[in-house]
């Protein structure tokens, strides 16, 4: 149990891979980092998204039920308006991360908020769409790993609604190697067996893994399976900037660094305008609101 502990002395003092990620709890968006509402609610849909509240969702329309409110005869739980708008105001600081056209030139255009306690969201992998928790948004500050959480359920689900995520998926599962059933069945027997007292402390998720592990997985959840590895790789390039850069200047591990750059080219074929450019303007802090109209090529 020890070894997942936070802050392992050992892991500072070694030469350790793997960049830290365990202050990325204590990080928050504040008010001034998120968009003002009218903005925000103005870029959802010029992206050409809509967000659909469990008020929205049409009677008889099918949705997940898992760790859900639906139930068909029930009446959709009240959303606070307060907390609707903490949550458009979160998805679209996170949106203009991705230029104008991507979401609808890659087939997306709803994401479904869930009321539940549960923090997270989901991808339903047969009707194909994201599902993001309102515990998320409750409060502002919202917590940064909420603006990756995002970012990482987009992920998954371009990976299962585009031509360009199917094909990630198959040349990452041959590039890296694939994890063990036995690693598999070991990671959650350890991940039961401390999940409660890492869930009080709201880091098992972020943990970086254990020594082995470490040269090969960005956190302990991206040890789960290649499907969560993929999605933590992916969204942490999104988490910030400085997390960015340190994960790349501070990281030896070659099999991480080849990961982050499978991810990376990923976004180019999912539009050519996330290149070298954009990761670097990124890098730099340059990307906010106005980024992608005024960007010079
Ligand atoms: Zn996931």
Redesign the pocket.
């Known amino acids: 149990m020890e070894k997942f502990s936070k802050g392992n002395t050992e892991d500072k003092i070694s030469d350790s891979p793997a960049v830290e990620t365990t202050d990325l709890d204590l990080r928050t968006l504040k008010d001034s980092e998120l968009l003002p509402i009218e903005q925000a609610k103005e870029i959802i849909s010029r992206y050409g998204i809509k967000i659909i509240f469990p008020s929205d969702v049409k009677r008889g329309e099918r949705v997940a039920k898992s760790f859900l409110w639906m139930d068909e005869d029930a009446k959709p739980p009240v959303i606070p308006d307060k907390e609707k708008e903490n949550c458009i105001r979160g998805i679209a600081s996170e949106m203009i991360m991705y230029p104008e056209e991507f979401f609808r030139s890659n087939g997306i255009n709803k994401f479904y908020i869930i009321s539940s306690e549960i923090q997270g969201g ?2 339903d992998t047969i009707s194909k769409r994201l599902y993001l928790s309102i515990e998320n948004y409750r409060s502002i500050p919202l917590k940064v790993r909420e603006g990756f959480t995002f970012h ?2 987009l992920l ?1 689900l371009l990976e299962i609604a585009t031509p360009q995520g199917r094909e990630f998926k198959k040349t990452w599962n041959l590039e890296f190697p694939r994890i063990s059933t036995l690693k598999q069945i070991i990671f959650k027997i350890l991940g039961k067996a401390v999940g409660d007292e890492f869930d009080k402390r709201k880091e098992k998720f972020w943990e970086i893994p254990s020594s082995e592990w470490k040269k090969k997985y960005l956190s302990n ?1 991206s040890a789960l399976n290649e ?2 590895d993929r ?2 790789t992916a969204g942490l390039l999104f988490v910030s900037p400085e997390y960015m850069m340190n994960t790349l200047a501070k990281n030896t591990s070659e099999i991480i660094k080849r990961k982050l750059s499978y991810a990376i080219s990923l976004y180019y074929k999912l539009s050519p305008k996330m290149d070298a450019g954009f990761w670097a303007d990124y890098a730099m802090g340059k990307v906010d609101a106005n980024y992608w109209r005024t960007r010079r090529y």
Do not use: D, N, R, T
């Open positions: 989901f991808v990482h359920e998954h959840y499907k969560e999605a933590m």
